[in-house]
């Protein structure tokens, strides 16, 4: 009897021991879709744009710059009118909002989800935005927006930028009404205007720079003397066209695919 009880206190040890280590193995291992985990990815860069001092001063600068540009171009007294393109999205309004409550969710982007948060007409003016916007009007120039919003979401887009005290118009908002590319749009725009300075936070808002990343880097370096001095970019690594350039299929595959997919496109110092 004693040697029975003997052992089952030993089992009973055995068993309630191995239950701490499976806890301990539960809390140190996490569960997830590869959807939460495209989402988890952009933990950090979401978290930079929203509370870091550095991204801040980051914008604040792009828009100093670009007063000191547009001046340095007034002085030249062209014959065309001045102006300043812009970018709208993570460049005058604030949506890195929509990214946090993606993470917090669990998910990513969707058309749903997007017209949520555009109808709620909640995106918060960038810091120095607003400022920048009136310099260039007391100064005597004229400020466009070209976005890739569809032109279903002008009124929205409108009274948010109205909201947010911004100088604007629909004549000065120019919506996506056929392709991503923005080319055509500022050429059209170059047709009446000097265009100073050129405001965004991917490179197709400046030039349409190719489809891979080696070709969009290539077409960078060949421009390198202009930016800071014609074209102004806002650091954006939550999103933007560089997902698409890191493979040609990216948005046709699933989760899973484009998870590995960033992940092949990293290169270690060892490799």
């Not at 990815?41 to 604040?60: D, F, I, K």
């Not at 990214?99 to 003016?125: H, L, M, T, V």
């Not at 000097?194 to 960078?220: C, P, Q, S």
């Amino acid at each position: 009897m004693k040697s029975f009880r003997k052992l089952l206190c030993i089992y009973i040890i055995v068993i309630f021991t191995g239950i701490i280590h499976a806890g301990s193995a539960d809390a140190d291992t996490v569960q997830m879709t590869y959807e939460s985990l495209q989402s988890q990815q952009t933990v950090l860069g979401t978290v930079w744009m929203q509370t870091s001092a550095e991204y801040r001063a980051s914008v604040y600068q792009v828009f100093n710059f670009a007063k000191s540009r547009f001046i340095e171009e007034k002085s030249k007294n062209y014959e065309k009118k001045l102006a300043v393109i812009v970018d709208i999205d993570e460049t005058v309004l604030d949506n890195i909002y929509t990214q946090a409550e993606y993470i917090k969710e669990g998910k990513n982007f969707s058309p749903k989800a997007w017209d949520e948060w555009r109808k709620a007409e909640k995106a918060a003016a960038m810091p120095g935005a607003v400022d920048f916007v009136n310099f260039i009007y007391e100064n005597g120039g004229e400020v466009f927006y070209i976005t890739n919003r569809k032109e279903a979401e002008r009124k929205n887009t409108l009274d948010n930028l109205l909201k947010e005290k911004f100088k604007a118009d629909n004549k000065h908002l120019i919506m996506k009404t056929g392709e991503s590319s923005k080319e055509s749009r500022r050429n059209q725009i170059e047709k009446d205007y000097h265009v100073a300075a050129y405001l965004g936070d991917d490179i197709n808002d400046f030039i349409d720079a190719g489809a891979t990343a080696e070709e969009r880097r290539r077409k960078v370096d060949e421009l390198s003397k202009e930016f800071g001095k014609k074209y102004f970019i806002i650091p954006n690594p939550v999103y933007g066209s560089f997902e698409a350039a890191i493979n040609s299929d990216y948005y046709k595959t699933d989760y899973r695919g484009r998870t590995q997919m960033r992940e092949s496109s990293l290169k270690g110092w060892k490799e």
